[in-house]
Structures are given as structure tokens and as C-alpha cells.
T-cell receptor, first 115, second 110 residues
Framework: NAGVTQTPKFQVLKTGQSMTLQCAQD?????MSWYRQDPGMGLRLIHY???????DQGEVPNGYNVSRSTTEDFPLRLLSAAPSQTSVYFC??????????????FGEGSRLTVL | GQSLEQPSEVTAVEGAIVQINCTYQ??????LSWYQQHDGGAPTFLSY????GLEETGRFSSFLSRSDSYGYLLLQELQMKDSASYFC???????????FGKGTTLSVSS
């Protein structure tokens, strides 16, 4: 099992460019989420999904889109990159709901720099 | 909304015991989770408390008091490899996503 796989690991963009961060999991988990991590800010929830075809906004959704067409994949799209989106992005998945202590499994992160 | 408070930094020496506190304010509470992250790598799950009391897993223990909206992570017999960031987390109001605190950086020295 590969677990949660994120690509790319590193990316440099120019302001205004768009791109997609890929996230795939092979554990048949229903719950998937995207976080961004900035120094001193912890992990902030961007978007999440409770199953294929269902997504919802988290704490900091502006400037990002998501879709969930399959159980395995949960891509994060940056529509028009801004320097404020320079961050480390983590994708996570879990088998059961966080409300019952569902353990999150994280990918290794995607480090994005917007110039 | 959900908010969590934890100290930003804690320092300790090898072999010591350290406690990392977490207070929370939530619209609906299910339980408190703890995660560990080394050097910006993937966070990993440590523990989950849904009920009041202490849960022990080896050198790590986690405590919850629902009436005080408070919990802590207790690390015993500290080792250098315990130097990491520790995050407490609660689920959102719907219980379908996890909200994290800003994290506590633990530095263990010899």
C-alpha cells in the first residue's frame, strides 16, 4: 500500500498561474481533506470531502477549488496563484469520521512557492 | 466555530516528563486528538480521547476533561527523537473534518 500520495512535491509558480495539486489514496477511505501549513499557523483546513461527489469548504477555502469524482482522488486546484498561497499543502484521508476519532493519514506534502 | 489554544514552544531535557496543554472552544464536541510532526514531514496520529480521563500508550499519555474544555499530552522518559511539533485537534461541528491548533514545538536537549 502506498497510502496517501501527493504530487508534485515541489512547485514554483508565477502570480496568476493556475495549477492542480494531486492527491491519491489506495486505502478506500471515504474522508479526504486538504490543509495548508504556514509557520506559526498550524494546519488550516482548506476543503474536505466525505465521499465521491461530495465536497465542502473548510477554514480557508478562498482561491482553491476541489472535486471528488472517485473515492481515490481528491485534487486541489489553484485558480490564479497569489504569493499568499505560498505554503506547504497536505492531503489527508481517514476511514471513519473524525467525530469518532478517525485517524487521519497524511501525504508527505507539496511545497508551493508563488513568485 | 472551533478554536484551540496550545503553547507555541516547550523545552525539556532527556529523561524528563513534559506536559503539553490544549484548551478548546467548540460548537459541538466529539473528542480531542493529538498528532506529531517531525521537521515539516507528514503529521502522524498519536491519540484520541472521547471520554474524560487518561489514556496511556507507552511513554505517551493523553488526558481529557470535557467539563473544563481542556486536555493535555504527557510525554515521559523524553528522548531526543521526541523533538517535534505536537498538534491538538477537534472535529468540526458536523464531525466530518478535523480542525487543528497552531501546534507546540517541543525541543529535547541532552
Amino acid at each position: 500500500n502506498a497510502g496517501v500520495t501527493q504530487t508534485p512535491k515541489f512547485q514554483v509558480l508565477k502570480t496568476g498561474q493556475s495549477m492542480t495539486l494531486q492527491c491519491a489514496q489506495d486505502m478506500n477511505h471515504e474522508y479526504m481533506s486538504w490543509y495548508r501549513q504556514d509557520p506559526g499557523m498550524g494546519l488550516r483546513l482548506i476543503h474536505y470531502s466525505v465521499g465521491a461527489g461530495i465536497t465542502d469548504q473548510g477554514e480557508v477555502p478562498n482561491g482553491y477549488n476541489v472535486s471528488r469524482s472517485t473515492t481515490e482522488d481528491f485534487p486541489l486546484r489553484l485558480l490564479s496563484a497569489a504569493p499568499s498561497q505560498t505554503s506547504v499543502y497536505f492531503c489527508a484521508s481517514s476511514y471513519s469520521e473524525p467525530s469518532v476519532g478517525g485517524e487521519l493519514f497524511f501525504g508527505e506534502g507539496s511545497r508551493l512557492t508563488v513568485l | 466555530g472551533q478554536s484551540l489554544e496550545q503553547p507555541s514552544e516547550v523545552t525539556a531535557v532527556e529523561g524528563a516528563i513534559v506536559q503539553i496543554n490544549c484548551t478548546y472552544q467548540t460548537s459541538g464536541f466529539y473528542g480531542l486528538s493529538w498528532y506529531q510532526q517531525h521537521d515539516g514531514g507528514a503529521p502522524t496520529f498519536l491519540s484520541y480521547n472521547a471520554l474524560d480521563g487518561l489514556e496511556e500508550t507507552g511513554r505517551f499519555s493523553s488526558f481529557l476533561s470535557r467539563s473544563d474544555s481542556y486536555g493535555y499530552l504527557l510525554l515521559q522518559e523524553l528522548q531526543m527523537k521526541d523533538s517535534a511539533s505536537y498538534f491538538c485537534a477537534v472535529s468540526d461541528q458536523a464531525g466530518t473534518a478535523l480542525i487543528f491548533g497552531k501546534g507546540t514545538t517541543l525541543s529535547v536537549s541532552s
